[in-house]
């Protein structure tokens, strides 16, 4: 084998050298950007009573996106009733554009959660995009609400606050209301302890507050529960304020002891005197006086028979 010239070895390693020190440049392309639009909804979620209505403001965002979109609304399942305005918006790039969905209720919508799904497409069909609002549409129901919502009161008084219950929703029946004190030293009661509420009305209970001497100088959380035996129970609170009373510390006075009063005296003008015990002697004075006085009575009683009867007389003359 033949040897190559130094020469010739020499010019290709500088080649090979130089050729790794010079950068190479690669081309490369930047990707298309994404072409479209997003929609979203705020509030996500709306609570209707029935017979009225409310909104959620629809939003689209254009990305590198320009032409018109149609927007529809559904409800799943049938139930309130979605409008959209305006249902057509215009899009140009890096704009955007709001709709406004409203949904509706009647008396007759039935109670429970519903989903309204807003669905967006641009002319052509190919571009969908779509967003949901959850509809809450409540049943019947009552509230219960004090006045005032606490009560401050002296030891060994009372006090009161009323108790209102309003119908929602069309709810109409009877609503037993019951007080619960947390301690046996602060009474409490209602009156009424029944109420009846029709469709949209409403009705009203006294709670008394009852405290003694006895009853601790605290705060205290009196409940009051109402009851329906359709639709269950709500509870709310009354704080309860009691103070110390002046009243309770304060002993009354004893009335002053009457000083003994002196035996009657003679009257003025007039002299008495005095009652000496009777002798035995006069006793038989007395006795003696007392015998003849009968026997003489008996005397003149015969006296009188003989002479207005002197056959009878003879009679029992001659009986003796």
């Not at 029935?50 to 939003?59: E, P």
């Not at 305005?85 to 409203?102: C, D, F, Q, R």
């Not at 009323?162 to 109409?172: D, R």
Request: hydrophobic share 40%; net charge neutral.
């Amino acid at each position: 084998m033949r040897h190559l010239p130094r020469t010739f070895l020499a010019i290709f390693f500088l080649a090979a050298v130089s050729s790794s020190l010079v950068p190479v440049s690669h081309a490369t392309e930047s990707p298309a950007a994404a072409v479209g639009y997003s929609i979203s909804a705020a509030p996500t979620s709306l609570t209707i009573q029935r017979g009225s209505s409310a909104a959620s403001t629809i939003t689209l965002r254009s990305h590198n996106f320009v032409g018109t979109v149609s927007l529809s609304a559904v409800v799943v399942p049938h139930g309130p009733s979605a409008t959209i305005n305006p249902s057509t918006v215009l899009l140009a790039i890096s704009t955007g554009a709001t709709s406004k969905l409203t949904v509706s209720t009647t008396s007759t919508t039935a109670p429970g959660n519903y989903v309204v799904k807003v669905n967006a497409t641009d002319i052509t069909g190919l571009i969908t995009h779509g967003t949901e609002v959850v509809v809450t549409v409540p049943g019947p129901d009552f509230t219960i609400n004090p006045s005032p919502t606490s009560l401050t009161l002296p030891a060994d008084t009372n006090a009161s606050a009323t108790i209102t219950v309003s119908s929602l929703n069309s709810f109409t029946g009877a609503v037993q209301l019951t007080a619960i004190s947390p301690s046996t030293m602060l009474n409490t009661t209602l009156d009424p302890t029944s109420v009846q509420l029709s469709a949209g009305g409403v009705s009203t209970s006294t709670l008394w507050v009852y405290t003694s001497c006895a009853t601790p100088v605290v705060n205290y959380s009196v409940q009051v529960m109402g009851a329906s035996m359709s639709i269950g129970a709500h509870t709310i609170q009354i704080t309860v304020t009691v103070e110390d009373s002046p009243s309770c510390h304060s002993s009354p006075n004893p009335p002053p002891n009457p000083s003994p009063s002196p035996p009657p005296g003679p009257s003025p003008g007039t002299s008495q005197s005095p009652k000496l015990p009777r002798s035995s002697n006069e006793l038989l004075l007395g006795n003696a006086l007392t015998a003849l006085a009968i026997v003489v009575a008996v005397a003149a009683a015969m006296l009188v028979f003989r002479r207005l009867w002197p056959a009878k007389w003879a009679g029992l003359r001659t009986g003796m």
